[in-house]
């Protein structure tokens, strides 16, 4: 992003002080180098003049790697997954001068599509609301900032699932599983490697054949999927139909180690010749 037209600033306090100086709301765009679609946003917006403008005057603008720091991430992060219901990257966070966050979405295109307002209108609209509606952008903002204290310190204390909860959770995967195709939910369809785990652990723990068979019969369809890098190995972020077929041809080290581990899982729980092929 170091040549866009877009006044990028650090994530830091002369961004913080410049905000409240000149009384303007944050924009943070959160993002990573292998992010698709942080590309796409970064060539349909930011790197256009007149869109730029539009940025520059009306708020100060932060970029920033998730990958040199994760822990702010997570924070704006679980905010706009409380906002909207689900979240990804580019991360683009709408914050009061003093951090709080008040609106925010993922990737928007240049123009209104899909359902989502184009980048531009939305700028234009968050400005607007925060020149005439400023009281209740920063209401609104102090209730996000103080449930999602509550939901990190309570995460942060790692408490432990008792049987119920675990069996309510087994249960929700397996309506969620598709019997079909496998995996869960439809298009575009991710690996979830979490669910996986939870559900061989969960058999080899209580001998539940039903839970590994989903877990299984999920893995076995990515094997066999172009999700799955049938030349260099590894399986790629997500496939785009669901059945497995065209993936997104990215491929994250942090899903590949899970993936790894929950074969192994799945090895010592049923021996299979088709798994053993994806180690």
Known sequence: HKDNPVDWRPWGEEAFAAAKKEDKPILLSIGYSTCHWCHVMERESFAVEAVAEVMNRHFVCIKLDREERPDVDKVYMTAIQAMTGQGGWPLNAFLTPSLKPFFGGTYYPPDSRWGRPGWPQLLARISELWRDRRADIESDAQRMTDSVAQYLAAHGERAKPGREALAKAVDALKGAHDADFGGFGGAPKFPM??????????????????????????????????????????????????????????????????????????????????????L
């Open 193 to 278: 490697p979490s669910y996986q785990r939870l559900l061989l652990r969960l058999a080899a723990r209580g001998d539940d054949d039903a839970a590994a068979d989903v877990a299984l019969s999920t893995l076995r369809a990515m094997g066999r999927g172009g999700v799955y890098d049938q030349v260099g190995g590894g399986l790629h972020r997500y496939s785009t139909d669901e059945q497995w077929r065209v993936p997104h041809f990215e491929k994250m080290l942090y899903d590949n180690a899970q993936l790894l581990e929950n074969l192994g899982d799945a090895l010592l729980y049923r021996p299979d010749p088709e798994l053993r092929r994806l």
